[in-house]
């Protein structure tokens, strides 16, 4: 795979074993106006020491070659003389590693049975989070794929409607902790095969110059001229 991109990505590793240039991935990323139902981010308040706090998460999801992967960020916030700062942050694909980092800096984030969160009533606050986990893509999602000649976007909730992003910085996702790099080097390779994506270099050449490189002049075929009228190749 012969990538051309301003940015480097964690699987560019796969490189170091060869490049068929034949298999071309222009890598750029850009933002396309998508309808989408993702759910908006959830920020709750509590106390820990006298010390105010806030826990956010943010809830995202990387389609990559056609599956999905549902990951949340997670932010805990501290209030301070100029406002709530993020003092630790972590990107979770697993609802396991995301309770282990939520009880260390929240431990009683889970002790309420119900609660409301994005507006609306739940049964409990785990059950949400391992939910969202589960999620896998749509139909609409999966034409994505090809209507845009991509491997892999992100989703993410956005009020302007740009929430689906094209060829994202995978690493800044920490997608490493989904996919290996060499794995995702060869997956978006097949992926790339399979949609045909290749780079136009070709050169468009006028009829009468390419007739010439194959021998034939304006005469082929053709009746020649008088001797009154003298036609210049």
Not at 119 to 141: A, D, Q, T
Not at 149 to 173: F, N
Not at 196 to 201: G, H, L, R, Y
Not at 225 to 230: D, I
Request: a neutral charge; glycine letters at 6%.
């Amino acid at each position: 795979m012969y990538i051309v991109s301003k940015f480097k990505d964690y699987y560019d590793v796969g490189v170091s074993y060869g490049i068929d240039k034949k298999l071309y991935f222009g890598r750029s990323t850009s933002k396309i106006d998508k309808k989408i139902s993702m759910s908006k981010p959830i920020t709750i308040e509590y106390k820990e020491k006298d010390r105010q706090y806030q826990i956010v998460f943010n809830f995202m999801m990387i389609c990559f070659c056609k599956r999905a992967y549902p990951l949340i960020e997670v932010m805990i916030k501290e209030e301070g003389f100029d406002g709530f700062k993020v003092i630790h942050s972590n990107i979770f694909y697993t609802i396991e590693s995301l309770l282990q980092f939520v009880e260390k800096y929240y431990p009683s984030f889970f002790d309420s049975d119900d609660c409301i969160l994005d507006g609306y009533y739940h049964i409990n606050r785990l059950l949400y989070l391992e939910s969202f986990f589960k999620e896998g893509l749509s139909e609409r999602e999966e034409e994505i794929f090809y209507l845009y000649k991509v491997p892999y976007y992100l989703l993410q909730y956005a009020e302007d409607g740009e929430g689906c992003i094209l060829l994202p910085q995978l690493k800044q996702y920490k997608f490493i902790k989904a996919v290996p790099p060499m794995q995702a080097f060869q997956e978006i390779s097949m992926f790339l095969g399979t949609l045909n994506i290749k780079e136009d270099n070709t050169l468009q050449i006028d009829d009468k110059y390419l007739a010439q490189g194959k021998g034939f002049d304006c005469y082929s075929f053709k009746k020649m001229p008088s001797k009154r009228k003298v036609k210049h190749c």
